[in-house]
């Protein structure tokens, strides 16, 4: 595996499930196979990995884990040496060398060493990013029982938060299930009992934000980043006024974000097309309405424990509650996931592009509606959204049937 030299240094982190000891082992002994020296940092999330990748000299940084699936599934995502997700033709160059059986001989095979406290320096990262002392701020933290669970407390803390940890052990059984980014209902409930000023929930790698007000209300990502969008632009530090969504990012937050003189684009749904545009223009601040949310000028990566920091951060420097802070009401969204045998079929039919041609017209000048096929499942993810909760409802069931009874044909 010597793709970079004979040599290379190949950093791997994993979040809590099970099943990583096996996979970060089978990456080790194919890395040292090749020559690799390689670095296990243990539990470390997503992001931490990107950044100790470019800390240490790495050229390479590993991070096993299937983010904000159940504990089942699991994966693998690969960092270069700067901290930045492998591009497209990155990863095919990888993947063709899998397919290759290049065992070094003795004396050149690789090393394994383990490293746990790697993840202080991340840590400090962390703690260093905060303007402010978070003393006098009580906060609530879902942790997913992923890889956040010990270093989220802890950095709150050391920051001087009052810290009430929910789901923040190390149980790869129970990660993201019910709990976390996915399921904030929880953290919202907790955040009322114990009259808390915010709560911020993690997924598995702790990649995704969702917040949760002093009033219980659930703050996804396209809140999140509107909020830090108008204040980065008061500080006049939101480079070319100009943010970064995602093709799924709220209408209504493109609209309040023009009313305040920003600009936003967007991109292909996924967090690496966020990256690649924020990288091409030279922008700030990007994200998904699922709560990745990119720091540019701060971090590689998305990072759900460094944008709640500088959520906390806004907020003390605004002298408001956050519920203030990300004042803005969302257009209703319907969203409908459909399994079916052959997504691909179902997206290249005919009669159905006529049909979403059809409803967008109606749509026109109101809403949208989206159809796309999932990367990872054997599902069409159909979304309508306008000011029309019924006619997005409407349509949306609309949508599901035709695909239903496409899938149903032989």
């Known amino acids: 595996m010597s793709i970079l030299k004979d040599r290379p240094t190949i950093l791997i982190g994993s979040d809590t499930r099970i099943s990583n000891t096996y996979l970060a082992l089978g990456v080790a002994g194919?890395?040292?196979?090749?020559?690799?020296?390689?670095?296990?940092?243990?539990?470390?999330?997503?992001?931490?990995?990107?950044y100790l990748t470019k800390k240490i000299g790495a050229d390479y940084g590993v991070v096993i884990s299937a983010s904000h699936n159940s504990g089942e599934y699991n994966g693998i995502k690969v960092f270069g040496p700067e901290?930045?997700?492998?591009?497209?033709?990155?990863?095919?160059?990888?993947?063709?060398?899998?397919?290759?059986?290049?065992?070094n001989s003795y004396p050149n095979i690789g090393t394994y060493e383990q490293d746990f406290n790697l993840i202080k320096q991340y840590r400090d990262f962390l703690i260093g990013a905060s303007e402010h002392s978070l003393k006098g701020k009580t906060i609530v933290l879902d942790c997913a029982y992923g890889a956040s669970h010990r270093i989220a407390p802890e950095v709150f803390r050391k920051l001087g938060a009052n810290v009430y940890a929910t789901n923040c052990i190390n149980d790869g059984l129970k990660i993201n299930r019910d709990c976390g980014a996915l399921y904030p209902e929880g953290l919202s409930k907790k955040v009322l009992r114990y009259k808390a000023d915010?709560?911020?929930?993690?997924?598995?790698?702790?990649?995704?934000?969702i917040a949760v007000d002093e009033k219980g209300n659930i703050?996804?990502?396209?809140?999140?980043i509107y909020g830090l969008a108008k204040y980065l632009k008061n500080l006049g530090k939101l480079k070319g006024n100009t943010v970064v969504g995602t093709s799924h990012t709220n209408m209504a937050i493109e609209d309040g974000l023009r009313k305040n003189g920003i600009d936003m684009l967007r991109t292909d749904?996924?967090?690496?097309?966020?990256?690649a545009?924020?990288?091409?223009?030279?922008?700030?601040?990007?994200?998904?309405?699922?709560?990745?949310i990119i720091l540019k000028d701060i971090a590689t990566t998305g990072d759900g424990i460094l944008s709640a920091i500088a959520v906390v951060n806004m907020i003390i420097n605004l002298k408001c509650t956050l519920s203030e802070a990300l004042d803005v009401e969302l257009y209703p969204q319907t969203n409908k996931n459909v399994v079916v045998s052959d997504k691909f079929r179902i997206m290249n039919n005919e009669e159905l592009s006529k049909e979403i041609v059809k409803f967008n017209t109606e749509l026109e000048g109101k809403g949208r509606l989206m159809m796309r096929a999932s990367g990872t499942e054997p599902k069409i993810r159909v979304m309508v959204e306008s000011k029309d909760k019924e006619l997005n409802d409407k349509i949306a069931n609309q949508i599901v049937e035709y695909i239903k009874r496409i899938d149903e044909e032989v």
Do not use: W
């Not at 901290?83 to 065992?103: A, H, M, P, V, W």
């Open 83 to 103: 901290g930045y997700k492998l591009g497209d033709k990155e990863e095919e160059r990888i993947e063709r060398c899998f397919i290759q059986s290049k065992t």
């Open 269 to 275: 749904i996924g967090d690496k097309y966020v990256l």
């Open 219 to 224: 703050i996804d990502g396209d809140k999140i």
């Open 277 to 292: 545009k924020l990288l091409e223009r030279n922008l700030s601040i990007g994200g998904e309405q699922s709560g990745h």
């Open 30 to 50: 194919g890395a040292m196979s090749g020559g690799a020296r390689v670095v296990d940092a243990g539990i470390v999330p997503t992001a931490g990995v990107a």
């Open 198 to 209: 915010m709560g911020f929930a993690f997924d598995g790698d702790s990649d995704r934000l």
